[in-house]
C-alpha cells in the first residue's frame, strides 16, 4: 500500500513538473505607436503648383538592433530602450514568444513605407519600426506640414558560428523630405 503511494505522489509531482516546464512563462512588452502621412514627390508636384509647398529638408533617423542567437533569442536596442528575451513555443502554431521584458518598444508607421507589423521577436521588424518612431519624432520637431518621397534602406549583419551562437545586427535607416505648405498663396 505505502508503495502505490509513493508511485502514485512521484507520477503527481513529475506531471506538475512537465506540465511548468510545457507551458511558456508570457510576458508584456508595453510599446508606444506614432504615425505619419507621406506622399511621393510626383503626388506632390501633380496635386499642387511649386508655388504652393517648399521643400525645407531633409531628415533621417536610424536604429540598431542585435539578436543574440541562443538557448533564447535576446533581441535589444543598441540605445537600450528595450529589451526582450524570447523563447520557441509548440503551442499551438510554433512560434517564438516574450518571455522577459525591459523597457517600452517604440513603433512608428509611415505611409509610403512597405515597414513589417511588429514582431517583438524579430529583431528586423524591430529596428524598421523603432527607426518609423524616430523619424516621425524628427518630423514633429520642425514646423514641417508633412514628409516626401520616404525612402527605407535596412542592413543586416551576421557574425558567430553554428546555430546556437551567433549575433545578427540589424541597422535600419529611413529619411524623407520635409514639406511646408506656403498658406500665403
Known sequence: MKKNNVFFMAVIFC?????????????????????VSSVSLPALQHSLERKDYEILDT???EAVVTVNVGRYLAIKAESGEFKNICQ????????????????????????????????LCDGS???????????????????????VAPSLYV?????GKGFFSRTVTYKVVISAKLIKLNSNH
Open 59 to 61: 531628415v533621417k533617423a
Open 155 to 159: 542592413t543586416a549583419d551576421e557574425t
Open 125 to 147: 521588424s524591430m529596428a524598421s519600426n523603432l527607426a518609423a518612431y524616430r523619424l516621425i519624432n524628427e518630423v514633429k520637431a520642425t514646423d514641417a506640414d508633412g514628409i
Open 15 to 35: 506531471s506538475m513538473i512537465l506540465a511548468s516546464c510545457s507551458s511558456a512563462q508570457r510576458s508584456y512588452t508595453p510599446y508606444a505607436l506614432s504615425t
Open 88 to 119: 520557441f513555443s509548440e503551442e499551438g502554431i510554433p512560434i517564438y514568444i516574450v518571455q522577459k521584458s525591459e523597457g517600452t518598444v517604440r513603433a512608428g508607421s509611415i505611409e509610403g513605407i512597405n515597414l513589417p507589423e511588429i514582431d
